[in-house]
Structure formats: C-alpha cells, structure tokens
C-alpha cells in the first residue's frame, strides 16, 4: 500500500512505533512525509515536534509545536510541548503560560500530561512548580508509582528528605520493579549514614538497570566494605561490565551539528537562522575554529587558587593540581561523585562550562568576570 493513501493518523502510527524503538531519524522521515500529504495536520506537526525534543533539535520542536497550534489552538500535546521547548530557551513565564493553558482546557489532572509538564518543569530546576503539579496528581492517582517517585524526586530537591524517603517507599510499595525510585532511595540512605539500608535497595537492582555510574560505584564499594567481597571478585564483574557501558560518552558536538544541519541544506521545516544562532556559536566554542580568541574567564576557588582560562583549560589545570594522569572527563565525573557523597548535590559533568558553573552554583568556587 502506496503512503500517498494512508491517513494522517495512520503516519502518525507508523511515526510513533519507530520513536518507541528510539529510531528517531525514521520517525522523523515518515512525519515529513506524512506532512507533504496532510499539510495542517496538527497531530503530525506535535508528533514531529516530540522527535525533534527526543534529539535535542528544541529550534525546530519548538517550530512544530507552534505549527500544530496553528491548526488546532485547543491540542492539549502541543501546549506541553511548547510549553517545554520554552523552557529550553529561558522563557519561563511562557512556559508556565502554556501549561495553565492545560489547567484552562480542565486537564490539570490528566495522568500523563502531568507527569510530562512535571517533569519539565523539575529538569529546568523549577521544584516548587513542578511539585504543586506532582501534589496535584497525586491526590487524584493515590495508587500510581511514577507520580509519587516523581513526588519524592522533587521533596529532596527542596530539602524535604523525610517527605522524599517516604514518597519512595511508597512509590516501591506501589511498584517494586520501579529501578530508578529504588536506586534514588539508596542514595538518600547511604547520605544519611545508613550504608546498610543502601547497599539492601541497590541489591534489588540488576546492572543494566543502572544509569549513572554512581550507582554502580557505590554498589562495588558498598559490597566490599560491609560484605568482605574483593573489588575484584568475579561476583562483581556485571556491575564493572555496565560501569564500561556507561563511561562510553556520546559526543555533544554531533546533537548541535544535527540542529543547523537542515538550515543549510534548505530543509522545509527547518527554523530561520536567527534561532540557531545560540547553536551555532556553542560549535564553533567546541571545535574552536572560529579564528578569534576565545572567551577568557578567572575562577576562584574556596581555598583561594586561581584559575584562568577558557573552560576548557580551567578545568584541565584543575585536573593537573589533582592527578594529571586522568583524562578531563574522568576527573569531572570523579569530582562530581565526591560532591554528591560529601553534601549530596548534584554536580554536571557533561562539559567544562558546565562543572564549573555547577560549582559556582553550589558555592565551591566563585567566576571572576
């Protein structure tokens, strides 16, 4: 059967399938051609929106989302994902817009919408919006696991270890297969001294059911120190297997180039070049091609030291006063793990600009600009 013949919901399917399996560039091909067939087909502008966040492109998400808009001002997924491509850019006020644009429709409860504005708005470290969502869910989804994880999730994010704990073990209660709320818990315990009780919740959990390496180090450290087992017991190498997986890290250059990639092969849905100019700047930081100096900047330490430098070469002579023998990425991810042990904070990793602006954050060291 000829796609020139298939609905546009039958495209959408089709679409929908090949974004489960994580084939985004697929789904993305069959929504373009969907949309050469069925032009003001909202559903298909949304659905090509949700791929365009799945790979990081947020320009065009947000493009799509604005598209569906246009054909149906009341399709309560494009509010949302507009709603959080905003966010991506800064504009929190109009995200929020947006969401209460769900409130007004009289779908504030509705389960999965919720959990999708929630979430957003808890990855842009909004907590207390995101929680008054979460609460709001769970009032009216008493027996769902993922609403309450993401309860707890955000009640130790503004402080509220107790309530965290308690939203956990129910959200396990609930759920006991819930890998991510059990791995969260553990570390909740192990920062409050309950080794015991850390090490029991990450036995519940298979290897590759771990997604950050903290996690896997804790579980290596924690077996050896309170059960007598070797670091390099046999017993341990599934866990040191996924540790390998995950060390394996993509290249942040390749999401950027993918969103200016269509700009210039003259794509039809892709944003005006105005819109990716943020993109564009962050590759040519990246591959320092550019030709011009590049940005300068002076941090200061807690202890005193000075560094100077672009991001980059900061966070290297940083790595130098610690152990030179380590690659950069491997001391960012290793200091990161300290902080989180030491005062339980989230320290980024994926780039220089990133740890150090994270330490400033979080009161380790002071930008001099």
Not at 80 to 95: C, I, P, W, Y
Not at 115 to 126: I, N, W
Not at 168 to 186: G, K, N, T
Not at 232 to 243: A, G, S, T, Y
Request: charged share 30%; proline share 4%; aromatic share 8%.
């Amino acid at each position: 059967m000829g796609t020139s013949f298939l609905s546009s919901e039958e495209f959408d399917e089709r679409a929908h399938r090949l974004y489960e399996s994580g084939d985004y560039d697929e789904a993305l091909e069959i929504l373009r051609e969907g949309l050469r067939h069925h032009p003001d087909s909202a559903l298909l502008h949304v659905g090509m929106g949700y791929v365009r966040i799945a790979r990081e492109e947020y320009a065009w998400a947000r493009k799509s989302f604005e598209e569906g808009l246009r054909s149906d001002e009341e399709y309560e997924d494009a509010w949302v994902g507009l709603g959080e491509t905003l966010l991506k850019f800064g504009q929190v006020d109009a995200a929020l817009g947006c969401f209460a644009r769900l409130d007004d429709l009289g779908l504030a409860d509705d389960l999965e919408l919720g959990l999708t504005m929630g979430r957003a708005l808890y990855r842009e470290g909004l907590f207390a919006d995101a929680r008054v969502r979460f609460s709001s869910l769970a009032g009216k989804h008493l027996d769902n696991a993922e609403v309450a994880a993401a309860r707890g999730y955000t009640l130790h994010a503004l402080g509220d270890d107790l309530g965290a704990r308690r939203e956990l073990r129910r959200a396990l209660r609930l759920d006991p297969q819930l890998h991510e709320a059990r791995i969260y818990l553990a570390h909740l315990f192990h920062d409050r001294g309950d080794t015991r009780g850390a090490l029991r919740e990450l036995e519940r959990v298979p290897p590759a059911e771990h997604w950050d390496t903290l996690s896997l180090w804790r579980y290596v450290e924690l077996k050896s120190a309170l059960d007598g087992v070797a670091q390099d017991d046999p017993r341990l190498d599934p866990w040191r297997q996924r540790l390998i997986e995950l060390e394996i890290e993509p290249d942040e250059v390749d999401h950027l180039l993918a969103e200016v990639e269509a700009q210039f092969e003259g794509a039809e849905d892709a944003p005006p070049v105005l819109e990716l100019a943020p993109q564009i700047d962050m590759i040519l930081r990246m591959l320092n091609t550019t030709g011009v100096p590049a940005e300068q900047h002076r941090v200061r330490t807690s202890e005193g030291a000075v560094f100077e430098g672009t991001w980059e070469e900061i966070v290297e002579r940083m790595r130098d006063e610690s152990d030179p023998s380590v690659p950069v990425a491997a001391f960012m991810r290793r200091t990161s793990r300290q902080i989180l042990e030491s005062i339980g904070r989230d320290l980024p990793y994926d780039s220089p600009e990133a740890f150090v602006r994270g330490g400033a954050r979080l009161g380790l060291l002071r930008i001099e600009e």
